[in-house]
T-cell receptor, first 110, second 113 residues
Framework: NAGVTQTPKFRILKIGQSMTLQCTQDMNHNYMYWYRQDPGMGLKLIYYSVGAGITDKGEVPNGYNVSRSTTEDFPLRLELAAPSQTSVYFC?????????FGAGTRLSVL | KNQVEQSPQSLIILEGKNCTLQCNYTVSPFSNLRWYKQDTGRGPVSLTIMTFSENTKSNGRYTATLDADTKQSSLHITASQLSDSASYICVVSSNTNAGKSTFGDGTTLTVKP
């Protein structure tokens, strides 16, 4: 049972670089989310999707983009990385009110 | 504005002792309230989920209560173990926001031998 899988686990970026955080789930869930969690803080919603082809902004979408071409995959794109984007990123899917989280991607922008 | 407030921010207890974590929310209209456990360096894992009509829900040594009238919930941990050391997050969903939820900042619990 893979659940929600995120890659990579760790990444260091230089300011201005771009990258894509991958997220895939094998539970056939329609709802998927991207969160960021800064040290000692709660999770903040970046983007979410209610199904393939449908995405919407969360609380903190600036500097990020998403796409949802399939039910399984929900990649998060960072363009022009900034130090403020140093954080741990969690992807999640939702079924019947319960969210299932991936193990996270720890990103540092230096 | 929808908000979820958790207290205390952190808590240290001795192994074997009980503890209770609190969650107050202003999310409306209410759909469900969940408690998650987040181990250091890991993603949150669901402990309990309660809807409006449920007052209590147990999962092993974890018991969550919900008072929808006062918009309060608690998570009680019985006979704590070292493995209970984690952050406990209260999450509340509204049934009008396409599955989005409001997260509390969590309570960090440390269980010492």
């Amino acid at each position: 049972n893979a659940g929600v899988t995120q890659t990579p686990k760790f990444r260091i970026l230089k300011i201005g670089q771009s990258m894509t955080l991958q997220c895939t789930q094998d539970m056939n869930h329609n709802y998927m989310y991207w969160y960021r969690q800064d040290p000692g803080m709660g999770l903040k919603l970046i983007y979410y999707s209610v199904g393939a082809g449908i995405t919407d902004k969360g609380e903190v979408p600036n500097g990020y983009n998403v796409s949802r071409s399939t039910t399984e995959d929900f990649p998060l794109r960072l363009e022009l990385a900034a130090p403020s984007q140093t954080s741990v990123y969690f992807c999640a899917s939702n079924r019947e009110g319960i969210q299932y989280f991936g193990a996270g991607t720890r990103l540092s922008v230096l | 504005k929808n908000q979820v407030e958790q207290s205390p921010q952190s808590l240290i207890i001795l192994e074997g002792k009980n503890c209770t974590l609190q969650c107050n929310y202003t999310v409306s209209p209410f759909s469900n309230l969940r408690w998650y456990k987040q181990d250091t360096g890991r993603g949150p894992v669901s402990l309990t989920i309660m809807t409006f009509s449920e007052n209590t829900k147990s999962n092993g040594r974890y018991t969550a209560t919900l008072d929808a009238d006062t918009k309060q919930s608690s998570l009680h941990i019985t006979a704590s173990q070292l493995s209970d050391s984690a952050s406990y997050i209260c999450v509340v969903s509204s049934n009008t926001n396409a599955g989005k939820s409001t997260f509390g900042d969590g309570t960090t619990l440390t269980v010492k031998p």
